[in-house]
T-cell receptor, first 111, second 112 residues
Framework: GQQVMQIPQYQHVQEGEDFTTYCNSS?????IQWYKQRPGGHPVFLIQ?????EVKKQKRLTFQFGEAKKNSSLHITATQTTDVGTYFC???????????FGQGTTLQVKP | NAGVTQTPKFQVLKTGQSMTLQCAQD?????MYWYRQDPGMGLRLIYYSASEGTTDKGEVPNGYNVSRLNKREFSLRLESAAPSQTSVYFCANGRGSTDTQYFGPGTRLTVL
């Protein structure tokens, strides 16, 4: 069945460094969504990408959807301690009609 | 608007006990979901309901049952709790099965 894989599982960075998490699907996706979960909290929707090659920005966060619509990335420029948490990608395809979550990347930021 | 509410927030059970986790939404969304989250395992789908009156198994349904009581409510029942069911349980909803999902605050369950 459809699988969505995320790497890395964990990332520790110094405050001010950049951070990137990657999401790869075994099948072509209709859309990709990104969520953030703060420690002790619940996942919160960040953004959705739909078009091949799409790039969207939210302040220091840049989201990309691959040309083949099978991969995506989230890049954070100059991390801050408020960026700490787990970032999940979630993709859906026409075949499954479901949203499948990746395992998440947990980001720790050292001040 | 509360969005998605879950009760209880915390629960401790003994092995073999039963309990029902409650979830309610005021967003008028069709789809509702139950996930469990364990360290290093991400979010695993237990059951989902695409619309009122329908339920389907997700990735890890064993040991659980669900009930979509009406459009607002989707409950998760553990008939005979086991230590392996110690986890954080999230309820979520969405307009459709591939749309944005909105999560409740979670229930932290410990089974001794």
């Amino acid at each position: 069945g459809q699988q969505v894989m995320q790497i890395p599982q964990y990332q520790h960075v110094q405050e001010g460094e950049d951070f990137t998490t990657y999401c790869n699907s075994s099948t072509t996706l209709s859309n990709i969504q990104w969520y953030k979960q703060r420690p002790g909290g619940h996942p919160v929707f960040l953004i959705q990408l739909v078009k091949s090659g799409e790039v969207k920005k939210q302040k220091r966060l840049t989201f990309q959807f691959g040309e083949a619509k099978k991969n995506s990335s989230l890049h954070i420029t100059a991390t801050q301690t408020t960026d700490v948490g787990t970032y999940f990608c979630a993709g859906s395809s026409g075949n499954t009609g479901k949203l499948i979550f990746g395992q998440g990347t947990t980001l720790q930021v050292k001040p | 608007n509360a969005g998605v509410t879950q009760t209880p927030k915390f629960q401790v059970l003994k092995t073999g006990q039963s309990m029902t986790l409650q979830c309610a939404q005021d967003m008028n969304h069709n789809s509702m979901y139950w996930y469990r989250q364990d360290p290093g395992m991400g979010l695993r789908l237990i059951y989902y309901s695409a619309s009122e009156g329908t339920t389907d198994k997700g990735e890890v349904p064993n040991g659980y049952n669900v009930s979509r009581l009406n459009k607002r409510e989707f409950s998760l029942r553990l008939e005979s709790a086991a230590p392996s069911q110690t986890s954080v349980y999230f309820c979520a909803n969405g307009r459709g099965s591939t749309d944005t999902q909105y999560f409740g605050p979670g229930t932290r369950l410990t089974v001794l």
